[in-house]
């Protein structure tokens, strides 16, 4: 077989001397990111059906607009016309959108930018990475914690609310999903990389620092959740995308909700 | 035990072929062992760079049926026993012979980052007070073997070969190494910015999987090191907040 150093170089997109199931990965990937995000995006341009009392959708809250149900209306925005959950999914599209392994993922299951390690793509020198816009704003990341952790505070109110019925305290099926969810997605949101920065990561001499050791202790907890971040990430999304669905299917009848309690 | 074929890259920079070798598979061998059963054999001039044979030395790495390894912790057993093993050499450095690469430009990259630099000594007979727990982050990095498998799968070097702009992950862990450490007060992030280019990592993790130190490259190394520049350069927030402090 011939062939020279420089041909051994992968030139091509997908050529590799690797013998395993490489491509099963990002194929995985690309299909399940379209898949719950593709359920998302449309769940939020519904604007019905998200609200089944106690229970509300998650990608419903804060609810905002006037068309929101008396119970959960947070602000009466009336001069949106919208389903209410656009108003505030530029945060949860922002938060996840340029979360580091969401950057990752995307990058090789979209933009093909490897596939894989070692498999070849397309080759050049063009390539500018994270250095030039647009990708250079993927380093905004910080600037979606602050409202993403707002919202996760009115995720875990929607969580206790779940728990008052019209005949007082209860449990249904749908508050254990509603409190699964919100676990889930907190370990997420606090085992962010970003978070785990200003959590005490920038520090470098902790017993020198201003509140170092509590700034140590922070960091090490962000760091406890950020070692699964990854996995965190993606249960956190399959779950609030079923959350939703369950929502749906009490607010539209198709189901009704088992009291447990 | 069952013969099983080597195929290895024989050749040089300009011109080279993949040639079939059977070797006796004993148990427990490694791919380094059949390259030293090769060259004992069959091809007293086949070219292998290796030393410890522990996985500690960094020397032995090369590409083993297209993934970059080091060959010497690499069990023959781990692949289909049909199939032939093919060995070849790390791809982003310039081959000399068969499987040993020029890889004197890491050792250009490692010499032009900011050296460690300590704050001034905390006591008058020149010591200073450290704890445990704040070296322990910086202790990751100084598990690198250096031996450069993941300069090698970095994709910005290895297919887009950008050597010019970015210093690559095992620099990006050199580097972090020193700014992590809790008695220095370089400042790096303008150095990893615009000459180490650490924009041009798409923290996509290749880096990480090769690692046979299993260092958390890309999420203890990368990230943080580019929050870092993020702080310093990025941050409109933050630029505002240190003009009017300086004013
Ligand atoms: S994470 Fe960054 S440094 Fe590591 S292999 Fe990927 S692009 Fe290269
Ligand atoms: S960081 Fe890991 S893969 Fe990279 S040179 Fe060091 S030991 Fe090798
Ligand atoms: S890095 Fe994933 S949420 Fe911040
Ligand atoms: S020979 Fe030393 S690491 Fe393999």
Same mark, same amino acid.
């Given at each position: 077989m011939q062939a020279s150093a420089t041909l $051994?170089?992968?030139?091509?997109?997908?050529?590799? $001397?690797?013998?395993?199931? !490489? !491509?099963a990965a990002p194929l995985s990937v690309a299909l399940g990111l379209a898949l719950f995000g593709g359920y998302a995006t449309w769940a939020i341009f519904q604007g019905t059906n998200y609200f089944a009392d106690p229970y509300l959708s998650p990608f419903y809250s804060p609810c905002l607009s006037s068309s929101c149900p008396g119970e959960v209306r947070l602000l009466g925005f009336d001069w949106w016309r919208f389903s209410p959950a656009v108003l505030i999914m530029w945060v949860i599209l922002g938060f996840r959108g340029t979360c580091y392994y969401y950057r990752k993922a995307y990058y090789r299951a979209y933009f093909i930018d490897p596939p894989a390690c070692a498999v070849g793509e397309h080759r050049g020198h063009r390539y500018q990475g994270e250095t030039a816009f647009p990708l250079i704003l993927q380093n905004s990341h910080r600037y979606f914690i602050l409202p993403s952790l707002i919202i996760l505070g009115f995720l875990w109110y929607d969580t206790l609310r779940a728990f008052l019925f019209s005949d007082g305290f209860g449990i249904g099926v749908g508050t254990l999903i509603l409190l699964v969810n919100v676990v889930l997605l907190s370990g997420y949101a606090f085992g962010c990389h970003s978070l785990r920065h200003l959590a005490g990561g920038g520090v470098d001499c902790f017993s020198c620092a201003r509140f170092g050791g509590a700034r140590y202790r922070l960091w090490r907890g962000v760091s406890f959740l950020n070692r699964k971040h990854a996995l965190w990430a993606w249960v956190s999304l399959i779950v609030v995308c079923l959350t939703d669905l369950y929502v749906r299917l009490v607010a539209s009848g198709v189901v009704s909700d088992p009291r447990i309690l | 035990m069952a013969e099983r074929v080597f195929r290895v890259f024989r050749g040089t920079r300009e011109r080279g072929e993949l040639v079939d070798y059977r070797v006796e598979a004993s148990e427990g061998m490694v791919v380094l062992d059949a390259l030293h059963s090769i060259q004992a054999r069959q091809a007293p001039d086949l070219a292998v760079r290796w030393n410890c044979k522990a996985g500690k030395c960094g020397s032995c790495s090369a590409e083993v049926n297209g993934s970059p390894r080091l060959t010497c912790m690499t069990r023959v057993d781990d692949f289909p026993a049909n199939e032939p093993i093919t060995v070849t050499p790390m791809q982003a450095f310039p081959v000399i012979k068969d499987l040993v690469t020029d890889v004197s430009w890491n050792y250009e990259v490692a010499r032009r980052i900011p050296p460690f630099r300590a704050r001034s000594p905390d006591f008058p007979d020149g010591s200073w007070r450290i704890y445990p727990y704040e070296v322990e982050r910086a202790q990751e990095f100084r598990k690198c073997i250096e031996c450069f498998l993941c300069q090698d799968v970095c994709h910005v070097l290895r297919t887009h070969g950008k050597h010019a702009e970015f210093m690559g992950p095992a620099f990006l862990v050199r580097a972090a190494a020193y700014e992590t450490h809790p008695l220095d007060v370089e400042e790096r992030s303008s150095y990893l910015k615009d000459e180490g280019g650490i924009g041009y990592c798409n923290i996509t993790k290749c880096c990480t999987e090769v690692c046979p130190e299993s260092i958390q490259i890309t999420d203890n190394a990368i990230i943080p090191l580019k929050e870092r520049v993020v702080t310093r350069h990025y941050d409109p927030l933050l630029k505002l907040v240190r003009r009017i402090a300086r004013h």
């Open positions: $051994l170089q992968e030139r091509r997109l997908g050529e590799t $001397l690797r013998r395993d199931r !490489w !491509w | -």
